[in-house]
């Protein structure tokens, strides 16, 4: 069996307003505030990272731009994929 990974208990304060929105969606989706509330920091956390890593893919760009002659291949490879392709 997995074991289960250690977990700290935390208090953090928090508005009445947002505290009953996060019961109400918990109690909706069949599942407790504590584990809602986890999968949301997780999830903020994978979209900081996904913008990490659009930056530096977008950096990269910019300090090595695409040659011209590699996206007229590709253009050219995508139109003669496409006609093939059902839809």
Known sequence: ???????????????????????????????????????????????????KLDRRYMAGYRKHPEKTEWAETGATLLAQMLPEEEW
Do not use: G, H, V, Y
């Open 1 to 51: 069996m997995a074991k289960e990974a250690a977990k700290k208990i935390i208090q953090i304060p928090i508005e009445d307003d947002l505290l009953e929105r996060i019961d109400e969606t918990a109690a909706a989706m069949a599942t407790s505030r504590a584990a809602f509330i986890r999968e949301a920091c997780k999830l903020r956390l994978q979209r900081i990272d996904n913008k």
